[in-house]
């Protein structure tokens, strides 16, 4: 069974950093890509950031472009995002989902962000 | 990029009844592939997003055959043939074909 847990949500300012981490179990991890995908409060779903397989590809929305990298550790089966010059608009539930086939078959239960001051 | 539009946003459904979601995307979602890449979610009151549906019409381990998905290019459909208390929740449609990948606004789907 496919296991997605996120950590490292937390309360932060503006202006802030936070690196938030994805540990996954139940597939071969460093057979997929992976992404990340938010919900900001009374808001839609939103993808983040999206990671090759072997790490060697990245792809952004445009809104975090240069504040948000995203990078894994397959040895560990782990994903993670560093989030810097965080802004009001970036808090949200954010969740480690798995990508296949150009869909979203597998999220965790989230980890939630504020930024505020 | 992709822009995805769902309505109604908000569907108030009887018990047993049909109910059906359409989204709309912005450019037509076949991939040089040939593939389709449009999936539907289900988000339930307290819980992380589940995948209903992928490809248009394929439906996910588990998920009950009253779901199905129809559709193609840039006009696509959800119905549920018989709404049932746990299908309260809200329902996005996602496109694959082009990133950045995005989701409709999100159809709240409750019962009367």
């Known amino acids: 069974e496919v296991q997605l847990m996120e950590s490292g949500g937390a309360l932060v300012q503006p202006g802030g950093s936070l690196r938030l981490s994805c540990a996954a179990s139940?597939?071969?991890?460093?057979?997929?890509?992976m992404n990340w995908v938010r919900r900001a409060p009374g808001k839609g779903l939103e993808f983040v950031a999206s990671i090759k397989d072997d790490g060697s590809k990245d792809y952004y929305v445009d809104s975090v472009k240069g504040r948000f990298t995203i990078s894994r550790d397959n040895a560990k089966n782990s994903l993670f995002l560093q989030m810097t010059s965080l802004r009001a608009d970036d808090t949200a539930v954010y969740y480690c989902?798995?990508?296949?086939?150009?869909?979203?078959?597998?999220w965790g239960r989230g980890t939630l962000v504020s930024v505020s001051s | 990029d992709i822009v995805m539009t769902q309505s109604p946003l908000s569907l108030p459904v009887t018990l047993g009844q049909p109910a059906s979601i359409s989204c709309m995307s912005s450019q037509s979602l076949v991939y040089s592939d040939g593939i389709t890449y449009l999936s539907w979610f289900q988000r339930r009151p307290g819980q992380s997003p589940r995948r209903l549906i992928y490809w248009i019409s394929n439906r996910d381990s588990g998920v009950p055959d009253r779901f199905s998905g129809s559709g193609s290019g840039t006009d696509f459909t959800l119905k549920i043939s018989r709404v049932e208390a746990e299908d309260v929740g809200v329902y996005y449609c996602m496109q694959g074909t082009r990133w950045p990948y995005s989701f409709g606004q999100g159809t709240e789907l409750e019962i009367k």
């Open positions: 139940g597939f071969s991890f460093s057979n997929y890509w």
């Open positions: 989902t798995t990508s296949k086939g150009h869909s979203v078959p597998d």
